[in-house]
């Protein structure tokens, strides 16, 4: 089966610019989740889907951040105006339910702000 | 607060030696751990799970041990091979925090020849 898809790899931006992730999950998992990874750290959830429902955002910055997932597929992370701290790598995991813990990753975009 | 905590940013093992790997945690509700594998340029990928219930879950070479009077665990490879080369995150989740994952912040495995 074809994995959790990602684009872009990588994205060079100014501050105070926007920009927008997006994520293809593994077909039939109805559970997406957006991560967030600094250099040297695990990553860290910013948004939990359920099908086309957020059901944790807790750790989404919303003054800056949103995210949506249109039809409960395929999902776009936005961030505007980004800022220099925003530079960090953009994970997207899919999973068969919100119980799950074996979460499927894809590769990440690299966002680097200057 | 780091609830998921790995102390040792890298290891370097010898092929074909074990690589032991360690965890800590603090939150007594975690009720599974897990280890996930990170080559560069790719995601985590899922390698093995422990249930709170268990003090030891095998899978081939790999094999997890918790102790929870410590709030312990350890990833166990042997032998270790070069593709083992990776960062390793531990993991553990909490069914009363919304199914939520929280990972440590990895050790770098280096496998010598």
């Known amino acids: 089966e074809a994995g959790v898809v990602q684009s872009p790899r990588y994205k060079i931006i100014e501050k105070k610019q926007p920009v927008a992730f997006w994520c293809n999950p593994i077909s039939g998992h109805n559970t997406l989740y957006w991560y967030l990874q600094n250099l040297g750290q695990g990553p860290e959830l910013l948004i939990r889907?359920?099908?086309?429902?957020?059901?944790?955002d807790s750790q989404l910055p919303k003054d800056r951040f949103s995210a949506e997932r249109l039809k409960g597929v395929d999902s776009t992370l936005k961030i505007q105006p980004a800022e220099l701290g925003d530079s960090a790598v953009y994970l997207c995991?899919?999973?068969?339910?919100?119980?799950?813990?074996?979460?499927?990753f894809g590769p990440g975009t690299r966002l680097t702000v200057t | 607060d780091q609830q998921v905590k790995q102390n040792s940013p890298s290891l370097s093992v010898q092929e074909g030696r074990i690589s032991i790997l360690n965890c800590d945690y603090t939150n007594s509700m975690f009720d599974y751990f897990l280890w996930y594998k990170k080559y560069p340029a790719e995601g985590p990928t899922f390698l093995i799970s422990?249930?709170?219930?268990?003090d030891k879950n095998e899978d081939g070479r790999f094999t997890v041990f918790l102790n929870k009077s410590a709030k312990h665990l350890s990833l166990h490879i042997v032998p270790s091979q070069p593709g083992d080369s990776a960062v390793y995150f531990c993991?553990?989740?909490?069914?009363?925090?919304?199914?939520?994952?929280?990972f440590g912040s990895g050790t770098r495995l280096s496998i010598r020849p």
């Open positions: 422990i249930s709170s219930i268990k």
């Open positions: 993991a553990a989740r909490s069914y009363s925090s919304a199914s939520k994952i929280i």
């Open positions: 889907y359920e099908n086309e429902e957020a059901v944790d």
């Open positions: 995991a899919s999973s068969r339910g919100d119980s799950s813990y074996e979460q499927y």
